[in-house]
């Protein structure tokens, strides 16, 4: 049965979960990154966009996400229509990886922006990556040039960070500087070795 040891990665955009997952491994977690399995579903799957979306979309073989995404958040129809292709089998490849880690009964993280969003991974506990939504909204104007009124329509076309918040197991704080994340970081992985006993390798 997949998901029995997992444990949910999630928080908003630009919160810092890339971050995270990069020093929770680091620090001897094992991760299974969606967002990697989606992009490579997205483009295996070229074909179909090209068909749907257009040609434009496409650039020797691989999606041109950034454009993709300008598209399908400024048009919910298309956002829904890419969703309702990619989310199923994003799910089945998510689901196969769940099950080879499951066997080493050690808990793991799967990284799922969308975690609370879809309701879509029967995962008992998660790890939100939390920061203000004032930081979140300057942090990825900062990182991705765009203007705030097309920070906040991306921001918020997620849940709500508070919320997200609310619903967490464990709460991962980025609101400060690196040395301050990465020992929350580390304490969290404590917490995870305190709760269960060493892998079986």
Request: net charge neutral; hydrophobic share 35%.
């Amino acid at each position: 049965m997949p998901y029995r040891y997992a444990i949910a990665l999630t928080g908003g955009i630009a919160t810092g979960k890339s971050t995270v997952a990069s020093l929770m491994g680091l620090n001897g977690l094992r991760i299974i990154d969606a967002d990697a399995i989606s992009h490579r579903i997205l483009d295996e799957n070229s074909m179909w966009v090209a068909e749907h979306f257009g040609p434009e979309y496409i650039d020797k073989g691989k999606v041109v996400r950034a454009e993709l995404g300008k598209r399908i958040f400024s048009d919910p129809e298309a956002k829904k229509e890419l969703e309702s292709f990619l989310h199923p089998k994003i799910r089945t490849a998510i689901e196969e990886e769940s099950e080879k880690q499951d066997r080493l009964k050690y808990p793991y993280l799967i990284d799922i922006p969308l975690f609370f969003e879809t309701n879509a991974y029967p995962i008992e506990h998660s790890v939100v990556v939390y920061t203000p939504k004032e930081l979140q909204l300057e942090r990825f104007m900062k990182r991705n040039g765009f203007s705030q009124e097309e920070s906040l329509r991306r921001i918020e076309s997620q849940m709500d960070i508070n919320e997200k918040r609310s619903r967490a197991t464990w709460v991962i704080d980025n609101s400060a500087n690196l040395k301050h994340l990465q020992a929350e970081c580390e304490r969290f992985v404590e917490t995870i070795k305190a709760l269960y006993p060493a892998p079986k390798v």
